[in-house]
């Protein structure tokens, strides 16, 4: 049996990684500024992840949501304390799509509605509401197209006046864009939308799994805005590479037995690797490194003469050109031996390192990116 071909591949295989660095099975050695799709918040092997999962996986790493895991408790409670969001519920998952079909779900069971509002450019998933809430039509097949979702302009306030009234169940909006190319939405424009759902009683969903946990110099890229959503979505950065997600749930939303529900979803191993993600991010203090090293590294890239634009908060970071980078991100990866990232804007290099990447390891990216730059030109 062959594998189900639906990904371009590197033909390069990673066999070890600690912190920023990967080494493939010739002994090459790689810097990490992508982190697998912004999966990797703490660094790869980090020696209290890996010792943290080794001592749960001797005493039990899985059973089923039937019995007390007194583990999502304290997973709760942490994550609660270092996001602000202490009266918050959880409802923990496996993945980025589950955690934002579960969010879209529960808007629906709480205002008894359907219509849905979404924005241009924007990807929450490919599971069947996600992928349909996503504006990317090769994604979706022609049991995922409905009706009742409306996609608008990004940060157009005009265009969600129009359409946002009391028929709308939810809007769901990334605290930054980042498959879309680490687009940010106004502060004025997530206002406007926090001002707006409370107005009609639509619930507000922030889709923070690529743009939460720290990365953006806050916890949550939305908290830079000064609003508090009806439910946050997170994933990725949250297990440092070990599937889980959460549904962060506003109290005024009541839960009844039976509306959510998943099998894997908060298993022992799993809010083990959470609990220590978060000790990490807490005693590293992560949330404040992410902000110095992303504001040190746009300021430098903006330094260049090249780049069209270069965006972001925290580490995550946009550098677009006035092309496609393709041939620049191959050049950094094969004769620099860095990974890069790209997105739905084929001009866009996206940024997404480990929030404990060191200075040095990034002004070795400048380095290589001005290099290439220069070759480029030539």
């Known amino acids: 049996m062959n594998n189900f071909d639906v990904y371009p591949l590197f ?6 990684a600690v912190g920023s660095v990967l080494w493939d099975k010739n002994g090459d050695e790689y810097l990490d500024l992508y982190g697998g799709h912004a999966v990797i ?3 790869h092997s980090h020696p209290h992840y890996v010792d943290k999962i080794n001592t749960q996986l001797q005493k039990i790493s899985f059973y089923s949501n039937s019995v007390q895991i007194p583990l999502q408790a304290a997973l709760a409670e942490k994550l609660g304390a270092l996001s602000g969001y202490t009266d918050y519920a959880l409802f923990l998952c496996n993945s980025g799509a589950e955690a934002n079909e579960n969010a879209l779900k ?5 205002t008894g509605r359907k219509k849905i509002i979404t924005f241009s450019k924007g990807f929450h998933g490919r599971t069947s509401l996600a992928v349909a809430a996503t504006d990317g039509a090769s994604m979706q097949a022609p049991v995922n197209k409905t009706d009742f979702i409306i996609t608008l302009p990004f940060n157009n306030q005009e265009a969600l006046n129009a359409h946002l009234n009391e028929d709308v169940a939810a809007v769901i909006i990334e605290g930054i864009q980042g498959v879309g190319g680490v687009n940010i939405p106004d502060a004025s424009f997530l206002k406007t939308l926090r001002e707006g759902c409370t107005q009609y009683g639509a619930v507000l969903i922030l889709d923070e799994v690529q743009s939460g946990y720290g990365r953006p110099g806050q916890f949550f890229a939305h908290q830079h805005a000064g609003i508090r959503p009806d439910i946050i979505t997170t994933a990725k950065g949250m ?3 070990f599937p889980i997600a959460g549904v962060l749930i506003h109290p005024g939303i009541k839960a009844v037995h039976g509306m959510l529900g998943t099998t894997f979803g908060g298993n022992h191993l799993a ?4 609990i220590a993600v978060l ?6 203090n992560l949330v404040a490194h992410a902000e110095e090293m992303g504001t040190y590294l746009m300021q430098e890239l903006r330094k260049f003469s090249q780049p069209k634009e270069v965006r972001g908060l925290g580490l995550m970071v946009g550098i677009e050109l006035d092309k496609p980078c393709s041939d620049i991100r191959n050049k950094l990866l094969h004769q620099y031996k860095m990974f890069t990232g790209s997105s739905s804007n084929k001009n866009t290099i996206r940024i997404l390192p480990a ?3 060191q200075k040095e390891q990034l002004d070795r990216f400048l380095q290589a990116f001005e290099d290439v730059l220069k070759k480029d030109l030539a």
């Open 355 to 357: 929030l404990n990447i």
């Open 106 to 110: 529960l808007a629906s069971f709480h």
């Open 279 to 284: 000790e990490v991010i807490e005693k590293e």
């Open 11 to 16: 033909d390069i295989e990673p066999v070890k």
């Open 271 to 274: 809010c083990a690797a959470g």
């Open 41 to 43: 918040s703490i660094g």
């Open 239 to 241: 297990g440092n590479g």
